[in-house]
Nanobody, 123 residues
């Protein structure tokens, strides 16, 4: 499987942005997640969605502001980000995992990663 994230950019606080993760190859994984990394910080789980079934999990920091969805026909996972804050600034990666839901918040459970897309939120 290969994943490619796109849609990042420079926005102002309060703005919205939608990221896309194009999936190619075999879709034999369980979850596609979004993980972000800010400069000088560790990778941080954002959200994940079950490829078959659509179960989702969100980090507390993005609940109510971010929404993950998928289109299995287009083989694309979306991350709709609303009410963006400067602390959301990071490189956003999409990645695939075979974890169970209780472990799907762990970045180390994701085995295949896309190249990342930069999101910068100015105050």
């Amino acid at each position: 499987v290969q994943l490619q994230a796109s849609g990042g950019g420079l926005v102002q606080a309060g703005d919205s942005l939608r990221l896309s993760c194009a999936v190619s190859g075999r879709t034999s994984f369980t979850y596609v997640g979004w993980i972000r990394q800010a400069p000088g910080k560790e990778r941080e789980f954002v959200t994940t969605i079950r490829w078959n079934g659509g179960s989702t999990l969100y980090a507390d920091s993005v609940k109510g502001r971010f929404t993950v969805s998928r289109d299995n026909v287009k083989k694309t996972v979306y991350l709709q980000m609303n009410s963006l804050k400067p602390e959301d600034t990071a490189v956003y990666y999409c990645a695939a995992s075979d974890a169970i839901l209780s472990a799907a918040h762990r970045p180390d459970m994701y085995h295949t990663w896309g190249q990342g897309t930069q999101v910068t939120v100015s105050s």
